[in-house]
């Protein structure tokens, strides 16, 4: 497929298609599935599908007690309403070690007008605060696809974090967990982008080699935000003086200190982490691209701040 | 016939009240006050030839009635009952509650023991729980009943009203709560903390079938659990805070401390003596 797509609707198509290999899947929403794009599965099969209205915590309270009974439930809402319910997934899911996989769509501040209530910012911050749960970012719409069939195969909560804006296809390796796929080589300097982020900090990593700024960041698609896999970090670290993570979400607790507190602690040589996301700081309104200008999330603005 | 077993269920539920005791005890810790309350109604689901058709030699098959403790924090007599119908919680291990490494959490854990239905003690959670077990039994066309028991103080989570509106529109009939009603929570009477009242009206309101029981006469809970409905179920058990101890009934200074060794002397002589208790009216 070419053309550029949202992985919340990469999320939505591919559902609905697993829907028949897997029957054991069923999905919830609560009162968003047309944004979300859930309801590619409703219409597929009204039967596993449940519309919860709004009311995410006993949503997430209903899925864990399917998933006891041997259903794969996804649970599907914007990233900051889901993860805002967060004592529920920490109790009935997390501790539980509920086989639930929960889809928060909305991330970050490209949803643009709607502004900070509905933008999920602080999402991978709780959700890698809770034990078993793994952290997963696609980048575009065949990542997420294999996301979506890893997450059903996998015994366990998943977090997949989603965006509202369509995103290019990248023609990536295959998704392995803890492997961040290499888009572009370098010397140095890497670039880890998340999810939405990774367009622009390809084009800025580009841009700053050929104009000669004495800097050829390498770029690597951080897809994963836990848990994170020693041996590929460890010859990241190795590799690699400074590791870069772009993040549209804020960089208190997100990828960025996943890794940074993963070189932190295990790199063989001290290695500098710059965490480059939003700077502990509320969204607001304005159109995705203001928005994503103004906190410097943009090529231009990456490639400013390197050379 | 039932009253024959009736009088069986109440011989033996001083020994469960006798090892709620001395678990809290031995740990030091526990919430003596909501565990006395709801011995009669666990023990109405899981005794022998009880409301909840299971299997105890195959606790885990999956096709059966479930019960999920919602208020978390009376798991000593959840653990007690459990031991007391044939699952395999020894005496030993009762003894273990709250221990480091025992499947005994001071709040119910399903990760360490399979038997509970649910990870609860953050109030109002196992509520939705069992609504979601009983929607999964519906997508199966399975005809097995769920229960959870609630706490009076956890009915005022804003969770526990999310089900309410939510089992009638799903059309589960299969779903029961139980409202263990015993009038205190840890900062005092519920209707001082935070007024409940008029309970039934509001339940009746949103849906459900509502019945009131002495929650501590084996027969009326009986009588109520086994009722069929074409909608979800309420069951308002009126009950005594720390019942079978007289210095704790109705005391809300006993929600949340383990008595002393005198005290829990005092306490099994007078549940040794009463076994009256499930047969009240």
Not at chain 1, 244 to 271: C, L, Y
Not at chain 2, 75 to 83: D, F, G, I, K, N
Not at chain 2, 106 to 129: K, M, N
């Amino acid at each position: 497929m070419s053309g550029k797509i949202a992985t919340r609707k990469s999320f939505g198509m591919a559902l609905a298609d697993f829907g028949e290999k897997y029957k054991d899947v069923v999905c919830f929403d609560a009162d968003l599935s047309k944004s979300t794009m859930s309801i590619l599965f409703a219409k597929k099969y009204p039967g596993r599908f449940f519309e919860m209205g709004i009311q995410e915590a006993n949503m997430i309270g209903c899925a864990a007690g399917m998933s006891f009974m041997g259903k794969i439930p996804f649970i599907c809402s914007f990233g900051a309403f889901l993860t805002g319910r967060f004592d529920q997934i920490r109790m009935s899911i997390g501790y539980a070690n509920a086989n639930v996989k929960l889809i928060g769509t909305h991330c970050g501040v490209a949803i643009g007008e709607d502004g900070h209530s509905q933008m999920g910012l602080e999402d991978i911050a709780l959700m890698r605060s809770i034990p078993n749960m793994v952290v997963l970012q696609p980048a575009d719409d065949k990542e997420c696809r294999e996301m979506v069939e890893w997450a059903i195969n996998h015994q366990g909560p998943v977090y997949l974090r989603l965006t509202r804006q369509e995103l290019p296809q990248f023609n990536m390796d295959k998704f392995i967990p803890g492997i961040f796929p290499q888009l572009k080589m370098g010397e140095k300097m890497a670039f880890l982008a998340t999810g939405g982020m990774l367009e622009a900090a390809l084009n800025a990593a580009e841009g700053l080699a050929k104009k000669g700024t004495g800097k050829n960041p390498a770029v690597f698609n951080a897809n994963l935000a836990k848990p994170l896999a020693d041996n590929f970090m460890m010859n990241l670290a190795d590799k690699y003086e400074t590791l870069v993570v772009f993040e549209d979400h804020t960089v208190m607790g997100g990828t960025g200190s996943a890794i940074a507190e993963w070189v932190s602690q295990n790199a063989k040589i001290p290695r500098r982490v710059i965490r480059y996301g939003v700077n502990d700081s509320f969204g607001e309104s304005g159109t995705p691209e203001a928005l994503l200008d103004k906190h410097g999330l943009t090529a231009t603005k990456i490639e400013n701040y390197f050379s | 016939m039932n009253n024959n077993l009736f009088v069986q269920w109440a011989d033996q539920t001083p020994q469960i009240r006798k090892n709620i005791l001395q678990m809290i005890a031995k740990a030091q810790s526990g919430h003596p006050g909501g565990s006395l309350s709801c011995v009669e109604i666990i023990y109405t689901l899981m005794a022998p030839n009880g409301v909840m058709k299971y299997n105890p030699k195959k606790p885990l098959e999956r096709e059966r009635d479930r019960f999920v403790l919602s208020k978390g924090h009376a798991c000593p007599t959840l653990y007690a009952v459990l031991s007391a119908v044939g699952h395999d919680i020894s005496q030993d291990e009762l003894m273990s509650l709250r221990q480091l490494g025992s499947r005994l959490q001071g709040h119910p854990d399903r990760a360490r023991l399979p038997y509970v239905e649910a990870s609860t003690g953050s109030l109002g959670q196992g509520a939705s729980i069992a609504q979601g077990i009983a929607m999964s039994y519906k997508l199966d066309s399975l005809n097995h009943r769920v229960f959870a028991l609630l706490g009076d103080g956890e009915m005022q989570e804003g969770q526990i009203w999310e089900v309410a509106l939510s089992a009638p529109h799903q059309k589960l009939d299969n779903l029961t709560l139980i409202l263990d009603y015993n009038k205190g929570q840890i900062d005092g009477p519920t209707n001082k903390v935070l007024s409940l009242d008029p309970l039934t009206d509001k339940w009746r309101s949103f849906g459900w079938e509502v019945s009131e029981v002495n929650g501590h006469s084996y027969s009326e809970l009986y009588t109520a659990l086994s009722k069929k409905s074409p909608r979800p179920q309420m069951v308002i058990a009126h009950t005594i805070k720390g019942r079978g101890v007289s210095f704790m009934e109705g005391n809300t200074d006993w929600h949340g401390r383990a008595p002393n060794v005198k005290e829990l002397e005092l306490a099994l002589q007078e549940v040794a003596a009463n076994r009256q208790i499930g047969l009240s009216n």
